[in-house]
């Protein structure tokens, strides 16, 4: 009789071991689909949401684009001023 005790009382600890355990793991669970992955950077280049990133996409290509752009609208200008001054030289 005192071993049945015993043993009803491992069982009973064993359960509410495994309940604690199994709260835990729902936890960590809920809390990892909450937060980012660890080592990717938080951009909306790796969101879920397509409009996200096509946005995303966009504003790189505009971002690249005014980057090209700037310094070769500078040499434009440049060279029309230069040939501006000489065909006015040459007048």
Known sequence: MYEDDETL????????????LRGRVNALETQERLEPKAGLPN????????LKRAFAVYGHYLLAGFLIAIPLLCIYIFLIM??????????
């Open 43 to 50: 951009t909306w280049l790796l969101s879920h949401n397509l």
């Open 82 to 91: 230069v040939f501006g001054f000489a065909s006015y030289g040459l007048q």
């Open 9 to 20: 009382k491992q069982i009973e600890a064993m359960r509410q071991e495994l309940e604690y």
